[in-house]
């Protein structure tokens, strides 16, 4: 029996990939993340990929690793915090997945990514007063797109070992995300 692949979603600074990390050590799956896997198919950087080729011609990119990525059912996948705004790429992540919103509030996101901000595509031209509120107007253009494809949300703001935890116990529940040996694994 096959597994199918937890795809984290949310917005920068959520803790896709940390939790997707742990998730993926617990159940002893192959973790991929979506903008690690761009720069290593394509050896240039996202940040370098938005600059040569706007965001548009990055979502291009970015469409073609998520529809590649999402014919393998036994991942854990940390996506790109626009990765959704693309129908086709939900599309493809639900054929072999199961997508779940990490949920942070804005204030913490703006917290978390202040180092370290001028490497985002998306914020690297905001001074430290108007990051908050250009990922305001973020989340609000995302937050529908997040919420109709995900099947579950998570509290990300809390540790990312609890809310990995949570989701794998999550997962136990579904019943058909793992696979009868994973769910042996991760229960008492």
């Given at each position: ?66 529809v ?7 991942l ?20 072999s ?50 919420e ?29 995300v ?11």
């Amino acid at each position: 029996m096959m597994s199918r692949s937890i795809c984290l979603t949310g917005m920068m600074g959520s803790g896709k990939s940390t939790v997707g990390r742990l998730v993926a050590d617990r159940l002893g799956r192959r973790i991929a993340d979506t903008d690690t896997e761009l720069c290593r198919w394509t050896g240039v950087q996202v940040s370098d990929l938005f600059a040569q080729h706007g965001e548009s011609g990055f979502r291009e990119l970015e469409r073609t690793v998520v529809v590649e990525l999402a014919r393998h059912d036994d991942l854990v996948i940390a996506l790109g915090g626009g990765t959704l705004l693309d129908d086709v790429n939900v599309d493809a992540l639900r054929t072999s997945g199961v997508v779940v919103l990490l949920d942070v509030p804005v204030e913490v996101l703006a917290e978390r990514l202040a180092p370290g901000a001028e490497t985002r595509p998306l914020l690297a031209d905001a001074t430290p007063d108007e990051r908050q509120d250009r990922l305001r107007s973020l989340f609000e253009q995302r937050r529908q797109r997040y919420e109709a494809a995900s099947v579950a949300r998570f509290d990300a703001a809390r540790p990312p070992g609890d809310v990995a935890e949570d989701i794998v116990q999550w997962a136990v529940s579904c019943g058909d995300v793992l696979t009868p040996s994973e769910h042996e694994q991760v229960t008492p």
